[in-house]
């Protein structure tokens, strides 16, 4: 039968499968994230809030820039975390997977060694630095209470 050929076609074409994959993979987390919100949340405690309501305090920010420039500086800039960077990374998803991210990933160098406060602090500068209001009420440590602030980016 054909069966060689048919595996060299799958072989040649595995790149291109792969890719389609990998999009669809994330085409459906997304939907995973968006789905509890189409679904619409009744209580209060549940409500969707975004990050241009003023979910983390000027405090917080402030001890951020610290952490940053002792943590975090020595690879990145401003630049890594504002703009379409941004945008293009996070906008739509919540901060539950930002705060994952910089928790379980960074510092690239010490994967982990941030305490949630530090994580919290950082993550509110990297939202001020976006242009994110700041506001009354400290971003909690809380990956349940994140999951609920949905990521939006001011468009020009
Ligand atoms: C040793 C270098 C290094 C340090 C230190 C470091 N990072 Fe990173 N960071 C990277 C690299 C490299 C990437 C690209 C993604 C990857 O390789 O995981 C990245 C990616 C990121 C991203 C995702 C970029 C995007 O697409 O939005 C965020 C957010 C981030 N880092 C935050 C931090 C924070 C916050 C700190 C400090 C606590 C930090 N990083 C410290 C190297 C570093």
């Not at 939907?31 to 949340?41: D, L, S, T, V, W």
């Amino acid at each position: 039968m054909s069966s060689d050929s048919q595996g060299q076609r799958s072989a040649s074409s595995a790149g291109a499968s792969d890719t389609l994959m990998r999009c669809v993979v994330k085409f459906a987390a997304v939907m995973c994230i968006m789905a509890p919100a189409a679904h619409g949340q009744t209580t209060t405690a549940g409500a969707e809030r975004t990050t241009l309501t003023g979910v983390y305090t000027r405090d917080q920010a402030n001890a951020g820039r610290d952490v940053y420039a002792g943590r975090c500086q020595s690879c990145h800039t401003a630049a890594s975390h504002t703009g379409p960077v941004f945008a293009n990374s996070w906008a739509g998803r919540t901060l539950s997977d930002l705060f994952a991210f910089v928790s379980e990933r960074m510092p690239k160098d010490a994967p982990g060694s941030l305490t949630p406060e530090e994580c919290t602090q950082v993550i509110a500068l990297i939202l001020r630095l976006n242009g994110m209001p700041a506001g009354d009420d400290d971003l909690p440590a809380d990956t349940a209470a994140l999951r609920h602030i949905r990521i939006a980016v001011r468009t020009p």
